[in-house]
């Protein structure tokens, strides 16, 4: 049996498989407005956003936007708190 993380989306896919790959933690954003970032490394993998909980241990409200990552842009349209990078 592997060990690792996986996920799986709604329909049973698996869309995550980190038990034969290792991560590489590129950056974090921690900002109270919407912005932009460009990161190079982001090309060199498969890209990953990992948001961070607030300091009362509880996720963000149902309706925060979460990062979006294209090429090698990550794009966040309101308060965002999260590490980046790719496995």
Known sequence: MPTGLQCWDANGN???DLTSRMTRLLGSVNQSTGGSRQEPALAQGIPFVLPVL??????????I???TISGITITWLAT????????
């Open 14 to 16: 698996l869309t995550v």
């Open 80 to 87: 965002a708190n999260f590490f980046y990078g790719t496995y």
């Open 65 to 67: 936007r979460v990062p």
């Open 54 to 63: 607030d300091q009362n241990g509880l996720m963000y409200p149902e309706d």
